[in-house]
């Protein structure tokens, strides 16, 4: 139970990591001279964002399973 709790922490610093590059990244676009093109790229870093923390937490779900239930596999 210890590994997945360190593995779904070392997913959600690693989610946040790059939340926060992507942010960083998209706050320079916006104040470049093409406004459209900034808001486009926030678009889709959102969307980016929201498909990685429904894979961690998904991830987190099947880890979580796997080890609950592997003394019965053996």
Same mark, same amino acid.
């Given at each position: 139970?210890?590994?997945?709790?360190?593995?779904?922490?070392?997913? @959600?610093? %690693?989610?946040?990591?790059? *939340?926060?590059? $992507?942010?960083?990244?998209?706050?320079?676009?916006?104040? =470049?001279?093409?406004?459209?093109?900034? @808001?486009? %790229?926030?678009?889709?870093? *959102?969307i980016? $964002?929201?498909?990685?923390?429904?894979?961690?937490?998904? =991830?987190?779900?099947?880890?979580?399973?796997?080890?609950?239930?592997s003394a019965? *596999?053996?």
């Amino acid at each position: 139970m210890m590994q997945a709790r360190k593995q779904t922490l070392l997913v @959600a610093v %690693a989610m946040v990591l790059t *939340i926060t590059t $992507a942010k960083e990244q998209l706050q320079r676009r916006l104040q =470049g001279p093409d406004g459209e093109r900034g @808001a486009s %790229a926030l678009e889709w870093a *959102i969307i980016a $964002a929201i498909a990685v923390g429904l894979a961690a937490v998904v =991830g987190a779900k099947v880890i979580a399973a796997v080890n609950t239930h592997s003394a019965q *596999i053996k």
